[in-house]
C-alpha cells in the first residue's frame, strides 16, 4: 500500500524537482544576462525573435492604456501572436514595464523578468500533472513515473522554461492537446476542447496551424466509420480560433488571413537564398543583393509607390529583401509583395533541384540532432545580431560530437520503445507518436534549425520511457539469473 502511494506521490516529486530547478536557472539567467552589450541597445536575454514579441507586447500595453480593447490593440498579426499577448497581460497585471525608453531606439527595461519565467515554468510543470493523470490510464506506473522524468528533466526542453522563446508555452499547449487524444475520446466536449488547444498552440507557434491534418488520419485510424462526428468537433474547436485570428487580421489591414505573412516567404529568407548562393558559387550577401535587385525591378514593374522618407533616412539599412515591408504604403502591396517572394522561392528550388536536394538532406539530418546547450549559448553570445553567429563559433563544433551521441542514445531508446509498443500492438498510441514526429520533421526539417524539431520529444517520450523501461527489466532479470 505504501509503495503504491510512493510510486504515485514520485510523480509529483519529479515535477516538483523540475520547476525548482527550473526557477534556479532562470535566476541565474536573469542575473548574468540580464543588461545590455556593449552597443548598449541589444539586449543579452531578448534579442531578435524574442525581443519582437517583447516589443509587440510594450505596444499592445501602450494602446490598453490609451483607452484601445486589449483585444483589438497591438499591430498587425505579424507571426506567433499568442507570445505578445501574454507578455501583455503580464505588464498589466504586474505593473511592469516591458519597453523603458520608446525614441530614438526603444530599450528593453531591466529587472523585472524572473517573475515571468517562473510562471511560464509553471504552467509547463502543471501540465505535466494533467499528462501524467491521463496516461496512468494507458501505461504502467513504471513508465509513466519515467515518462515524466523524461517530460520534466531531459536538457533539450528543460531549457526554453528559462528562455522567452514560444517553445515553453507551446510544449505546455500540446502536451495537454497530447494528453486528450490518448484519450480517445468520441465525447463531444472532449474533442471541441482538443481543437481549441490546437488552434490556442498554433497562436503560439505556427507550425501548430496543420496540425490537424494529421488529427484526421487518426481519427479515421480510430474511429473509422464513426470518425465524423468527434472530427468534425475538433475541426469546430480549431476553426473557432482561426476565425478570431482572421477577424482580427480583417480588422487590422481590411484583408481576412489566418496564416501568418511570414509562411509566405520563410523558404525564400531562409532556404532559397542559401541554394541561390551555393548554385551561383557567390557568397550569402551577393545572393541577397541579387534579390534585392530582382524585387527593385518587380516593385517598377507593378508601379508600386515606395516611402521615399524611410529610403531617405540615414538610419535605414537595404540589409535584405524583406526590408521592403518597412518602404510600402499600404498593407495590399505587402501582401503582393509575399505572393512575389512566395512564388520566387519555388523558382529557385525547382531551377536547381540537384543543390536544393542536397541542402535539403544536409539540414534535414541537422534538424534531428539534439541541442541541449542551445539556449545557454545563445544567451552568452549575441544572436544573429553580432559578427560571429554562435552556430559559426567553434565552441558550436566542439559540441557536436556530443550532440550526436547523446542523440544517438535518446533515439536508440525510443527505437526499442516503438518495438516494443508494435509488439503490443498499440497501434494508435504508435501511429499518434510517428505521425506528429514526422508533421515537425516534413514542415521544418527544410530549416535545419534543432529548436524547431524540440516538441517531436513531447511526443518521443513516451517511446523513450518504454524502452528504457525495458532496458531496465532486461538488466534486472539479468541479475537475478547471476
Not at 491534418?213 to 474547436?237: M, Q, R, V
Amino acid at each position: 500500500m505504501f509503495s503504491e502511494i510512493f510510486k504515485k506521490k514520485s510523480y509529483l516529486l519529479i515535477i516538483l524537482l523540475g520547476f525548482i530547478l527550473s526557477i534556479i536557472l532562470s535566476t541565474y539567467y536573469v542575473k548574468k544576462y540580464d543588461r545590455y552589450n556593449s552597443d548598449n541597445y541589444t539586449h543579452q536575454l531578448l534579442k531578435d525573435e524574442t525581443y519582437y514579441h517583447w516589443h509587440q507586447g510594450a505596444k499592445i500595453v501602450e494602446d490598453v492604456k490609451n483607452g484601445k480593447n486589449f483585444f483589438l490593440s497591438g499591430d498587425v498579426t505579424f507571426t506567433k501572436p499568442l507570445q505578445q499577448r501574454i507578455y501583455a497581460i503580464y505588464s498589466l497585471i504586474t505593473g511592469y514595464k516591458l519597453i523603458d525608453i520608446w525614441e530614438p531606439l526603444a530599450r528593453i527595461n531591466l529587472g523585472g523578468k524572473l517573475p515571468y519565467l517562473i510562471f511560464q515554468a509553471f504552467v509547463y510543470f502543471i501540465s505535466l500533472i494533467y499528462f501524467s493523470k491521463k496516461i496512468e490510464k494507458i501505461f504502467s506506473q513504471k513508465v509513466v513515473f519515467l515518462i515524466i522524468l523524461f517530460l520534466a528533466l531531459e536538457p533539450t526542453i528543460f531549457q526554453y522554461h528559462s528562455s522567452f522563446w514560444t517553445e515553453s508555452i507551446y510544449f505546455s499547449l500540446i502536451i495537454i492537446a497530447f494528453g486528450l487524444l490518448l484519450e480517445k475520446s468520441a465525447n463531444f466536449t472532449n474533442n471541441l476542447i482538443i481543437g481549441l488547444f490546437l488552434g490556442i498552440a498554433f497562436l503560439q507557434r505556427s507550425a501548430g496551424l496543420y496540425y490537424i491534418f494529421p488529427i484526421f488520419i487518426f481519427y479515421i485510424f480510430l474511429f473509422k466509420k464513426n470518425f465524423f462526428k468527434p472530427f468534425l468537433s475538433t475541426a469546430l474547436g480549431f476553426s473557432l480560433i482561426l476565425i478570431l485570428i482572421g477577424s482580427y487580421n480583417k480588422y487590422k489591414t481590411d484583408t481576412f488571413y489566418v496564416a501568418p505573412p511570414e509562411s509566405s516567404y520563410t523558404i525564400h529568407q531562409y532556404f532559397a537564398i542559401d541554394v541561390l548562393s551555393k548554385k551561383l558559387k557567390i557568397s550569402h550577401l551577393e545572393a541577397n543583393n541579387y534579390e534585392i535587385d530582382l524585387a527593385n525591378k518587380w516593385v517598377k514593374r507593378n508601379n508600386i509607390k515606395l516611402n521615399e522618407n524611410v529610403i531617405n533616412d540615414k538610419n535605414y539599412k537595404q540589409e535584405n529583401v524583406l526590408n521592403f515591408r518597412e518602404l510600402f504604403f499600404n498593407q495590399s502591396d505587402k501582401v503582393k509583395f509575399y505572393k512575389y517572394l512566395n512564388k520566387r522561392q519555388f523558382e529557385i528550388l525547382f531551377s536547381y533541384p540537384v543543390v536544393t536536394t542536397k541542402e535539403l538532406v544536409k539540414r534535414y539530418l541537422h534538424f534531428v540532432v539534439l541541442n541541449p546547450v542551445f539556449n545557454h549559448y545563445y544567451n552568452s553570445f549575441r544572436g544573429t545580431n553580432t559578427s560571429e553567429e554562435f552556430h559559426l563559433s567553434q565552441i558550436h563544433k566542439n559540441w557536436i560530437p556530443f550532440r550526436i551521441v547523446y542523440s544517438l542514445i535518446i533515439y536508440s531508446f525510443c527505437l526499442i520503445g516503438i518495438l516494443e509498443l508494435l509488439k503490443r500492438r498499440k497501434f494508435y498510441e504508435l501511429s499518434l507518436i510517428i505521425f506528429s514526429v514526422m508533421y515537425y520533421i516534413l514542415l521544418l526539417g527544410w530549416f535545419g534549425k534543432t529548436r524547431l524539431y524540440v516538441p517531436s520529444l513531447v511526443y518521443l517520450s513516451i517511446p523513450f520511457a518504454i524502452g528504457l523501461d525495458k532496458i531496465i527489466n532486461k538488466y534486472k532479470s539479468n541479475l537475478i539469473r547471476n
